[in-house]
């Protein structure tokens, strides 16, 4: 509804007006009445009206001098005039101050209604008018954005296949387009399907926008390059290494959805904006890909190693000792980052990459005095790094080596039998992924009822139950490392929103997350 204001120093006419005005008629809103021109003037400042309804004669300051002083603090408002005066002077003041409707005295409600609706339908042709400029607007920017996204792209697409740019050209080139220049990240995956291929930036950016913290401090340029799908995200300068990493984690998510070969996505993030080097880095990411040593979620490390080749066995032990002496979930992690370690040092040699894996699993065995092992045991499992193809087959071999190892230790299998000890190391093992009812017991080839029914009777509790259990000792270990928020824990281990993950993890621990970190 307008809002609508009212001056006059006739009080009769005004409370008139204001009782019976055509108000409801003309989607109006009487919001306020002043006798004279210096109350209407405070009024009209403080309300802004949509439309003021005022006389000319009145002491103190007529309504033309009013509707002078207030046309800048409210120079959209519609003006009428109300008037027993009809004077030339009048006429064209009113015209000088671009008055909307001007009716002379005494009025009628009927006039007065056709005046008002005059004034709304000149109210809807403007928010049209505004419509449209924005519109017009908005397929501007998406046209100018399109564009820059478009020579983007060509440009490193120079830069990834010539063999050599010159450093000025560079420099010209990413200032001409306004590339962010604080570091950048590459994202390489295999091309060969449609749903790959289709994809663009602006897919991508539109993906991204919805993580509003970060959306504004990226630009995101992808492309086909030969067999492979190109992303680059370029980082704004100063961007925090947090922000960085975030924004890293998103992006593969996103990139993750976009084919089957889910487990074949590189990236390597270079910290500065040195995009001369640019083609030896995506040259290296391409023949890591080929050698199929890394998935999602593996980010290739920079330029120096952490250990050579002389200190492998000492650090070998350290890492035993480590996970001898840590949690589960602790001693998981270290496995992990051994496999990356071992992967990143050995790399493009997928031999010795295999040979070395299984050199530590022999030692890693070893560390557990005391146990014998027989061929279906840790023994057995260790010559599955044989067949391994890339680095979430070996961290899942070691985990399996890992849990087999624990197993005996604890004599674990002695209390369940051979299928419920197997589903709870699956529950361990997958506890940040889909590990449903169904889901595990279609894993394990057996129905849901008959493994819900059995883990229950050998447990003494339900198999949702066992899952929550292990998700919540999931995310107080991931609290204990404060580069995770609350949130992102909470959709590591499966929930959706914060709320449904508080709640979950206060009634099983007493304690909200915050609380526990």
Request: hydrophobic share 35%; aromatic share 10%.
């Amino acid at each position: 509804m307008y809002k609508v204001v009212l001056i006059d120093d006739n009080e009769i006419f005004l409370e008139s007006l204001k009782k019976n005005g055509p108000w409801n008629e003309t989607d109006c809103c009487l919001e306020g009445v002043a006798y004279d021109g210096i109350s209407g003037k405070k009024m009209i400042e403080e309300l802004r009206p949509d439309i003021i309804i005022t006389d000319i004669s009145m002491p103190e300051m007529d309504g033309l001098t009013m509707v002078e002083a207030i046309r800048k603090e409210c120079p959209g408002s519609k003006i009428l005039i109300i008037t027993g005066y009809d004077k030339f002077e009048y006429a064209q003041k009113a015209l000088q101050l671009k008055v909307n409707q001007i009716l002379l005295k005494p009025v009628s409600l009927h006039d007065l209604q056709c005046a008002l609706s005059a004034i709304g339908e000149e109210f809807k042709k403007e928010e049209e008018r505004n419509n449209n400029f924005i519109s017009l607007q908005k397929k501007l920017d998406l046209n100018k954005r399109n564009y820059e996204r478009e020579q983007r792209k060509r440009m490193f697409q120079l830069l990834l296949t010539l063999p050599c740019c010159d450093q000025a050209w560079i420099d010209k080139q990413t200032e001409k387009h306004e590339c962010y220049d604080g570091g950048y990240t590459i994202f390489v995956m295999p091309a060969d399907q449609k749903s790959i291929i289709e994809k663009d930036s602006a897919v991508i950016e539109s993906e991204m926008e919805k993580y509003r913290d970060i959306a504004p401090l990226i630009q995101i340029v992808s492309f086909v390059n030969s067999s492979y799908f190109i992303t680059l995200v370029l980082y704004k300068k100063y961007m925090r290494k947090d922000k960085i990493s975030y924004a890293e984690e998103k992006m593969r998510n996103i990139l993750r959805d976009f084919g089957d070969q889910k487990e074949y996505l590189l990236s390597v993030t270079c910290a500065n904006n040195h995009f001369y080097r640019m083609q030896d880095r995506y040259e290296k990411l391409i023949l890591q890909l080929e050698e199929r040593m890394y998935f999602l979620y593996e980010t290739v490390a920079g330029d120096q190693l952490k250990f050579s080749e002389s200190h492998i066995m000492t650090y070998f032990e350290t890492v035993i000792t480590n996970v001898k002496t840590s949690k589960y979930e602790d001693g998981v992690l270290a496995l992990d980052k051994l496999v990356e370690e071992i992967s990143q040092f050995y790399t493009p040699d997928l031999v010795l990459i295999r040979t070395a894996l299984n050199g530590f699993s022999v030692l890693l065995v070893r560390a557990f005095d005391g146990m014998e092992y027989g061929e279906t045991g840790a023994h057995g499992l260790m010559n599955g790094f044989n067949t391994v193809m890339n680095i979430k087959q070996a961290k899942e071999q070691l985990h399996a080596i890992y849990r087999e190892c624990l197993k005996q230790r604890s004599g674990e299998d002695k209390k369940y039998s051979a299928l419920v000890l197997a589903v709870l190391q699956y529950v361990r093992g997958n506890v940040y992924g889909d590990i449903s009812l169904e889901r595990t017991a279609r894993y394990f080839n057996v129905s849901s009822g008959y493994l819900s029914g059995l883990v229950k009777k050998e447990t003494g509790i339900n198999y949702n139950q066992i899952v929550l259990q292990e998700k919540i000792n999931a995310a107080k270990e991931l609290l204990k490392h404060p580069e995770y928020s609350i949130e992102e824990i909470g959709e590591k281990i499966g929930y959706t929103n914060y709320i449904s993950f508080y709640k979950a993890f206060k009634k099983a621990t007493g304690m909200s997350p915050r609380e526990c970190r």
